[in-house]
């Protein structure tokens, strides 16, 4: 599969991944998820795209928790599937 077939995902995880650590408070953790601020940020906007692409009661919880079973090499890939994959479910 092509990085357009993941749209707007792999862009929003891309941008996030390029820019963690620019930011201050980047790598300091969010007050109430048990995740760094750029994660958390990044996760908001994920939750958003899925919201407005077929899942309007996709949460940020949801996303945190998808998010954290993406590791290893291929994370940006896995994450950007089950994000697409979790906007279908609800549109289907």
């Not at 092509?2 to 929003?12: A, D, F, H, Q, T």
């Not at 963690?20 to 995740?35: C, K, N």
């Not at 908001?44 to 899942?55: I, S």
């Amino acid at each position: 599969m092509s990085e357009k077939e993941y749209e707007p995902y792999w862009s929003i995880i891309a941008k996030a991944l390029e820019c963690r650590g620019t930011l201050a408070d980047d790598y300091a953790r969010h007050p109430e998820h048990s995740a760094s601020k750029y994660l958390v940020r990044m996760c908001e906007e994920l939750t958003t795209a899925v919201q407005k692409h077929g899942n309007p009661n996709a949460t940020l919880s949801e996303m945190l928790r998808l998010e954290a079973t993406c590791t290893g090499a291929d994370y940006h890939h896995k994450l950007a599937l089950r994000c697409r994959e979790l906007a279908r479910r609800a549109a289907a």
